[in-house]
């Protein structure tokens, strides 16, 4: 049971470069969730998925975008990455309900954009 | 629209005293309570939660939280620190377990000095 996966642990782009963040669960949870860390701001929020087949917008969407390939996995991409997304990326997923909402993490991907 | 406050960015105690990590919340209707733990270099990691019940809620690695309504707060506490205890302390909440966000505070950077 290896929980919450991210690839890869870290990564450097030049701007206007592109990449793709993959995130995998294997809890079969119905919800997962991709944040930004940034020192002082604590966790924001990108976008998440409630479930399979749904996306929605978080506080900070601009310049990224999601898939739910499936049940599984919640990849995001950053089409043309910008010195600001220069941060810690976090893939969380959730239990619904019985769990209350509670949160498993990955361990992150470290993402430097020159 | 839900909100949480860690009115500390840094708290620091010896070794064997007593700690609190303080937060507090805003939520429309019954709120979720959340403790995350982040390690250096790591993910986050669920400490403990409040959904219903009593007051005063254990968790992992000997802390517990106090849910006080009145005061809207979920101070986290621990009889006795440990050096180990080190790390930063997130606060979430959300109004509901099913599907959608939480939202996490600025977090609390513990330091527990020998």
């Known amino acids: 049971n290896a929980g919450v996966t991210q690839t890869p642990k870290f990564q450097v782009l030049k701007t206007g470069q592109s990449m793709t963040l993959q995130c995998a669960q294997d809890?079969?949870?119905?919800?997962m969730y991709w944040y930004r860390q940034d020192p002082g701001m604590g966790l924001r929020l990108i976008y998440y998925s409630a479930s399979e087949g749904t996306t929605d917008k978080g506080e900070v969407p601009n310049g990224y975008n999601v898939s739910r390939l499936n049940k599984r996995e919640f990849s995001l991409r950053l089409e043309s990455a910008a010195p600001s997304q220069t941060s810690v990326y976090f893939c969380a997923s959730s239990e619904v309900i019985a769990g209350g909402g509670t949160q498993y993490f990955g361990p992150g991907t470290r993402l430097t954009v020159l | 629209a839900q909100s949480v406050a860690q009115p500390e960015d840094q708290v620091n105690v010896a070794e064997g005293n007593p700690l609190t990590v303080k937060c507090t919340y805003s939520?429309?209707?019954?709120?979720?309570l959340f403790w995350y733990v982040q390690y250096p270099n790591r993910g986050l990691q669920f400490l403990l939660k409040?959904?219903?019940?009593?007051?005063l809620v254990k968790g992992s690695y000997g802390f517990e939280a106090e849910f006080n309504k009145s005061q809207t707060s979920f101070h986290l506490k621990k009889p006795s620190a440990l050096v180990s205890d080190s790390a930063l302390y997130f606060c979430a909440v959300r109004d509901s377990p099913g599907a959608g966000k939480s939202t996490f505070g600025d977090g609390t950077t513990l330091t527990v000095k020998p």
């Open positions: 409040y959904i219903t019940g009593d007051n």
């Open positions: 809890m079969n949870h119905n919800s």
């Open positions: 939520v429309s209707g019954n709120p979720y």
